[in-house]
């Protein structure tokens, strides 16, 4: 079984649509969570972090739900600027001795117009 | 801005070869990574480097080495490259306090082709 699952896609929606990806991870030692985005061809960059009561960034929200392993995000008013690919994240390790992510798969996102 | 500087965009080697895949960041980061990334597998980790000539192995060591000589520089290394290490190479770094060690800056990557 995969650390960190998500259900690649491809999702093509129409700009103004709401789309919703979810991802879930197996090693409930895991610490934090995050969803990265990465545009095509090139490198991938935060986009934001998951915390337990949820939280919100303009159009986007997040949350997790530790007790299923379980992190969604949610896209509200899709621009056509939001296709790329959303890679689900999750941390577990010391700081001391180095933490590490390890990185879901990515479902990929394509807003037509 | 942070930058991490990945020494090639595109590198072409032959089999058996031995391969340098440089990085060097100029945020003063504790922490620097190496990851490949292939298509339906997402990004792996290979190796780690939490401090100055540490590392830690990460998902998929095999075939690799790595050498962080300097705070600002983490290379990779295949010592006898094959067909199957033809990958994008992803390299990363990140401060390692726990507030803010989660966000990785990750260079442009480096398309390695073995044939």
């Known amino acids: 079984r995969k650390e960190v699952e998500q259900d690649p896609g491809p999702f093509n929606v129409p700009e103004g649509a709401t789309v919703a990806f979810n991802c879930t991870y197996s090693?409930?030692?895991?610490?934090?969570f995050f969803w990265y985005r990465q545009d095509c061809r090139k490198e991938p960059k935060l986009l934001m972090s998951v915390y337990s009561s949820g939280n919100e960034d303009g159009r986007f929200t997040a949350q997790l739900n530790r007790a299923s392993q379980y992190i969604s995000l949610l896209i509200r008013d899709s621009k056509l600027s939001d296709s790329a690919t959303y890679l689900c994240v999750v941390k577990w390790g010391w700081e001391t001795s180095g933490s590490r992510l390890t990185f879901g798969e990515g479902t990929q996102l394509t807003v037509n117009p | 801005d942070v930058k991490v500087t990945q020494s090639s965009r595109y590198l072409v080697k032959r089999t058996g070869e031995k391969v340098f895949l440089e990085c060097v960041q100029d945020m003063d980061h504790e922490n620097m990574f190496w990851y490949r990334q292939d298509p339906g597998l997402g990004l792996r980790l290979i190796y780690f480097?939490?401090?100055?000539?540490?590392?830690e192995k990460g998902d998929i060591p095999e075939g690799y080495s790595v050498s962080r000589e300097k705070k600002e520089r983490f290379s990779l290394i295949l010592e006898s490259a094959s067909t199957n290490q033809t990958s994008m190479y992803l390299c990363?770094?990140?401060?390692?306090?726990?507030?803010?060690?989660?966000?990785?800056?990750f260079g442009s990557g480096t398309q390695l082709s073995v044939l």
């Open positions: 990363a770094s990140s401060f390692r306090s726990a507030a803010t060690n989660e966000k990785l800056f």
């Open positions: 090693n409930s030692a895991s610490q934090s």
């Open positions: 480097s939490y401090d100055v000539k540490m590392k």
